[in-house]
């Protein structure tokens, strides 16, 4: 669906050109493995004179800073070459620590469900300290210390806090 066909048939074409046994197999799957959005690429010969090629492409599961992708299996791609799916959430962080940030990313959206509220982003900064964006526009600085256990105590706040009256300014 994302892998450009005429760049994939472009990747390929040089090592079929070669005739069907100097193929260097090795060498054409991994070119094809280097193509935006392809996670795995597997290339064989089929006598007589065919070259087939399989590939499974990235699933994202979510925009990993600003011109990356996190795949469902937990892996980090760029996100050239195809449009990004729209809806996805923004998750931010080092990369040494993508579990951490997808794992505060599921435990806050299963806090806010019951409320309505879905959680649009979740970032680490190089600091240590956590922030969350909701999808009623609320901004969550959650600091560094105890992140998953002020994010649930916030989570039970926020339908008290919401349900309060706004009272003008004079």
């Known amino acids: 669906q994302r892998v450009d066909a005429g760049r994939l048939r472009a990747t390929v074409l040089p090592y079929a050109s070669r005739g069907f046994f100097a193929v260097r197999l090795g060498d054409a799957q991994a070119a094809v493995a280097r193509l935006p959005w392809v996670e795995r690429a597997e290339v064989r010969k089929r006598w007589p004179d065919i070259l087939e090629v399989r590939i499974v492409e990235h699933r994202p599961f979510a925009r990993w800073g600003r011109d990356r992708l996190l795949s469902q299996h937990g892996q980090l ?56 964006q909701l999808s009623n526009g609320t901004d969550v600085i959650v600091g560094s210390s105890e992140a998953r256990l002020r994010v649930t105590r916030f989570a039970r706040l926020l339908p008290q806090l919401l349900s309060q009256k706004q009272l003008p300014l004079t």
């Open 77 to 132: 791609f760029p996100s050239q070459g195809a449009g990004v799916p729209n809806g996805l959430p923004l998750l931010d962080g080092p990369d040494s620590r993508v579990a951490d940030v997808v794992a505060l990313y599921n435990e806050s959206r299963a806090l806010f469900a019951p409320g309505g509220i879905d959680v649009r982003a979740v970032a680490l900064d190089p600091r240590g300290s956590w922030s969350l």
